[in-house]
């Protein structure tokens, strides 16, 4: 957990590399001299519907113009991209989200103090103190002895006491401050269909109807992709969003022996500003359903890790026949030792690392993003297989696309997904 100043620091210099669009006068976020900049440095500017979304559709115009002020300002100067400015953007930054969330926008939370301002009402103002005060603490402690785990462990219990106490789910809690995003709801998956959680009640009333029917729409969506035999192994729904252009989905395990899951869907990142499915969103959800069908109970041994003949992954030791130990043994037995050496001598970022390594393997990958690890190339690879026609090239990347149709199993889930989602 560190300080919101800081974190939204970080944000802005990952921000400097922002996302497509175009410029929409009637938001009038208009940059000038905006083509020259963009030659310099490949910049691509904010618009409100890229930074807001699907949000925006609750505003009116006065309360866009507004933010698109700050938003401009924020433009101008990642435009340029003086390193003396950035103090200065991530103020914008900060002036933007709190704007936003006068306006009742969903921002993500980056501490525990954002949470008494996102749920101030919960909180009695002693309780709401007390909670800024030992979060302080917490970042004080964390930044001059991240080693005094006692220290932080005594705090972080006394704060989830007082979020227990007012009604919220402490573990939620954490979980959002720690991914620094924002559960906008919560759901219980039941014979698939979604139910909102008791965890999630306080705040379930303030969810709009057009919200709710957004929420069935993409969960709807969802079901035509997880097969219903699978289905069971997906226990809770949640809506969330760490801002547009971060992650749209990710897939958490629920219980130690790995036989339930979390689905977790960004609605900025899945939905644009119209309401449409952005369009790697069925790809997106395809590729976190294979990680639950490679990663669930029946595939890994998580009681036995210390043997070392099948692969071994964060959840436990793969079984001799589980799609991702025959994957592996295929396909990455002799090159693993290089990706682990490369990520291990690295001085940058795992994605650059990823980059080096894709581009010396191009053609053994489908995508670049499946050079992470054997975990995401077998996601990523089921994703292709799911959508894609069979392969007719002999290159490695096809016969990993290939060795799925070997199962019986993968090509009854494809043709059912595919039929699902009408694809010919």
Not at 58 to 77: G, H, M, W, Y
Not at 170 to 199: M, P, Y
Not at 321 to 349: C, G, P, R, T, V
Request: charged share 30%.
């Amino acid at each position: 957990m560190k300080n919101r100043i800081l974190i939204l620091l970080l944000a802005s210099l990952l921000l400097v590399s922002c996302r497509l669009t175009t410029i929409e006068q009637n938001e009038k976020v208009i940059i000038e001299n905006e083509e020259e900049v963009t030659k310099e440095n490949d910049f691509e500017a904010w618009t409100l519907g890229t930074y807001f979304g699907i949000e925006l559709q609750k505003l009116n115009e006065e309360q866009k113009l507004e933010l698109s002020i700050v938003l401009d300002q924020i433009n101008e100067l990642e435009a340029i991209d003086n390193e003396d400015d950035y103090e200065k953007i991530d103020n914008l930054y900060f002036k933007l989200e709190n704007i936003a969330i006068e306006y009742g926008l969903s921002v993500p939370l980056y501490s525990y103090s954002d949470v008494v301002y996102k749920y101030d009402s919960m909180f009695t103002n002693d309780q709401g103190k007390k909670i800024i005060e030992l979060d302080g603490e917490y970042n004080r402690i964390y930044e001059s002895s991240p080693d005094n785990q006692d220290a932080l462990d005594r705090i972080q219990e006394d704060i989830d006491k007082i979020i227990t106490d007012v009604g919220l789910s402490a573990i939620e809690i954490l979980n959002q401050v720690e991914t620094r995003s924002i559960h906008l709801a919560r759901f219980n998956i039941i014979n698939g269909e979604i139910e909102f959680r008791k965890d999630f009640i306080n705040h379930k009333k303030n969810i709009s109807e057009m919200d709710i029917k957004r929420y069935k729409k993409m969960w709807e969506h969802i079901r035509k992709i997880i097969p219903k035999d699978y289905m069971n192994m997906i226990k809770i729904f949640v809506i969330n969003t760490d801002g547009y252009g971060n992650i749209m989905a990710f897939v958490n395990q629920e219980n130690d022996d790995l036989s339930t899951w979390r689905l977790v869907i960004d609605i900025k990142d899945a939905l644009d500003e119209n309401g449409e499915f952005n369009e790697e969103f069925t790809g997106t959800v395809i590729h976190e359903f294979a990680h639950v069908l490679t990663l669930n109970s029946s595939e890994i041994d998580v009681n036995n890790i210390e043997e070392v003949d099948t692969f071994i992954v964060e959840e436990g030791r793969t079984n001799k026949n589980s799609y991702m130990n025959l994957f592996y043994q295929k396909f990455w037995n002799n090159i693993y030792e290089e990706h682990q050496e490369l990520l291990n001598n690295a001085d940058s970022e795992n994605y650059d690392i990823t980059n080096e390594f894709y581009e010396k393997y191009e053609d053994q990958f489908v995508s670049d993003y499946a050079a992470t690890n054997p975990g995401e190339d077998i996601a990523e690879t089921f994703r292709i297989f799911v959508l894609e026609d069979k392969p007719v090239e002999n290159l490695i990347k096809d016969k990993k696309i290939l060795f799925m149709y070997e199962f019986e199993e993968l090509v009854k889930i494809r043709d059912e997904i595919r039929n699902n989602l009408e694809i010919e």
